[in-house]
T-cell receptor, first 111, second 113 residues
Framework: DTAVSQTPKYLVTQMGNDKSIKCEQN?????MYWYKQDSKKFLKIMFS???????INETVPNRFSPKSPDKAHLNLHINSLELGDSAVYFC??????????FGPGTRLTVL | GENVEQHPSTLSVQEGDSAVIKCTYS??????FPWYKQELGKRPQLIID?????GEKKDQRIAVTLNKTAKHFSLHITETQPEDSAVYFC????????????FGSGTRLQVQP
């Protein structure tokens, strides 16, 4: 009965590789988000998306792209991984105007 | 864009004491202010939130106050317990629909038994 789930939980990969992180929510929410938490614990919005509009934080490199096959899923694709991409990535979802629920996070390590 | 500043970065209190964490925000259009608790290795979880039409909100040992004029809001935890030890984040967002949160830098609270 997990509300927001992410896979994988851990991802270790080499610089230059392309990887994806999957997110699913079973709450029926209309909006999903991706946040990045760096080694200093700063949490920063990367994307917010509903079935009408994608909003991209201007600081996010275009190597990062969200893909939403349906309302319950928002996956994160990352091309040409760099050392600085190492972080914990959290997916979240909310119903319009209400509380955001976070997934368990994916710890990405780029070697 | 919105900027949220949070103080202090670390806070150590004795069990049973009160803890106060303060945040300021820059965008006067922000109207939603949640507080999240993140335990080590876990996801952020909402503990309390407040909207701009309210000045104070309480939930048992936790309270949040909002001063819209000064653009600051605070989290108050009374009768702290060791299980309150965690990193606490304030956040702000605006609008009535999609609410991408701008987070403060976090406060590491340690409650000494």
């Amino acid at each position: 009965d997990t509300a927001v789930s992410q896979t994988p939980k851990y991802l270790v990969t080499q610089m230059g590789n392309d990887k994806s992180i999957k997110c699913e929510q079973n709450l029926g929410h209309d909006t999903m988000y991706w946040y990045k938490q760096d080694s200093k614990k700063f949490l920063k919005i990367m994307f917010s998306y509903n079935n009408k509009e994608l909003i991209i934080n201007e600081t996010v490199p275009n190597r990062f792209s969200p893909k939403s096959p349906d309302k319950a899923h928002l996956n994160l694709h990352i091309n040409s991984l760099e050392l600085g991409d190492s972080a914990v990535y959290f997916c979240a979802s909310s119903q319009e105007g209400a509380e955001q629920f976070f997934g368990p996070g994916t710890r990405l390590t780029v070697l | 864009g919105e900027n949220v500043e949070q103080h202090p970065s670390t806070l150590s209190v004795q069990e049973g004491d009160s803890a106060v964490i303060k945040c300021t925000y820059s965008d006067s259009a922000s109207n939603y202010f949640p507080w999240y608790k993140q335990e080590l290795g876990k996801r952020p979880q909402l503990i309390i939130d407040i909207r701009s039409n309210v000045g104070e909100k309480k939930d048992q040992r936790i309270a949040v106050t909002l001063n819209k004029t000064a653009k600051h809001f605070s989290l108050h935890i009374t009768e702290t317990q060791p299980e309150d030890s965690a990193v606490y984040f304030c956040a702000a967002s605006k609008g009535t629909g999609r609410r991408a949160l701008t987070f403060g830098s976090g406060t590491r609270l340690q409650v000494q038994p």
